[in-house]
């Protein structure tokens, strides 16, 4: 697997590897929901919180271990979403690190992201892509499930969210043979937002 950092780009989105561009448009965006990173977050990009992670973001990124993309809807950064935890040996690769402010959500801009970034990876290698939920956010385990992801199971306990609670981790994935149904559900699912 040898994932290449590129523009990908669809009807309803468009990903763009993270730059200097991008940072005050994400941070705007961020800002746009503070109950999100408060409650369903493992960090927060909040504040000074956004600046710390936006570094450390920047040095994974350097260091090969994450390729982050700012999610531009209308010109205007509106969310972000990365590949993370990139296992090119193994070739797996875990798509997360997601948020979208809330004037996008529940439209086609997360299936149309997922699409890309699924397709790319899937494109460049992988076998298997993965997804990392907090069992508490029923809104993002059911957009995962609705993409085509089977549930694999709940780690319990799992990670010290930055407020201190303790969070159970759902993991899911899409396997390389299970990708052409998944991407043809998530072509004609996204086909009726054009209707």
């Given at each position: 697997?040898?994932?290449e950092?590129?523009v990908?780009q669809?009807?309803?989105?468009?990903?763009e590897?993270?730059?200097?561009?991008?940072?005050?448009?994400?941070?705007?965006?961020?800002?746009?929901?503070?109950?999100?990173?408060?409650?369903?977050?493992?960090?927060?990009?909040?504040g000074?919180?956004?600046?710390?992670?936006?570094?450390?973001?920047g040095?994974?990124?350097?260091?090969?271990?994450?390729?982050?993309?700012?999610?531009?809807?209308?010109?205007?950064?509106r969310?972000?979403?990365?590949?993370?935890?990139?296992?090119?040996?193994?070739?797996v690769v875990e798509?997360?690190?997601?948020?979208?402010?809330?004037?996008?959500?529940?439209?086609?801009?997360?299936?149309?992201?997922?699409?890309?970034l699924?397709?790319?990876?899937f494109?460049?290698?992988?076998?298997?892509?993965?997804?990392?939920?907090?069992?508490?956010?029923?809104?993002?385990?059911?957009?995962v499930l609705?993409?085509?992801?089977?549930?694999?199971?709940?780690?319990?306990?799992?990670r010290?969210?930055w407020?201190?609670?303790?969070?159970?981790?759902?993991?899911?994935?899409?396997?390389?043979d299970?990708?052409p149904?998944?991407?043809?559900r998530?072509?004609?699912?996204?086909?009726a937002?054009?209707i």
């Amino acid at each position: 697997m040898e994932l290449e950092s590129e523009v990908l780009q669809n009807a309803f989105v468009r990903l763009e590897p993270f730059s200097k561009t991008h940072k005050e448009e994400l941070r705007a965006a961020c800002a746009a929901d503070p109950a999100t990173w408060n409650d369903l977050y493992p960090y927060s990009m909040l504040g000074a919180g956004f600046d710390f992670h936006w570094a450390r973001i920047g040095q994974e990124i350097a260091e090969g271990k994450t390729m982050g993309f700012a999610a531009v809807v209308g010109g205007v950064c509106r969310g972000m979403s990365a590949y993370i935890g990139i296992d090119g040996m193994n070739h797996v690769v875990e798509i997360g690190a997601t948020y979208y402010e809330p004037s996008v959500r529940g439209g086609p801009v997360n299936p149309s992201a997922k699409r890309l970034l699924l397709g790319h990876a899937f494109d460049c290698g992988a076998t298997r892509v993965q997804f990392r939920v907090d069992a508490i956010n029923a809104r993002s385990r059911a957009a995962v499930l609705k993409l085509g992801a089977v549930q694999e199971g709940i780690l319990r306990q799992d990670r010290v969210t930055w407020t201190g609670r303790v969070r159970d981790t759902v993991h899911f994935s899409i396997l390389a043979d299970e990708w052409p149904a998944v991407r043809d559900r998530l072509d004609d699912r996204l086909a009726a937002f054009l209707i």
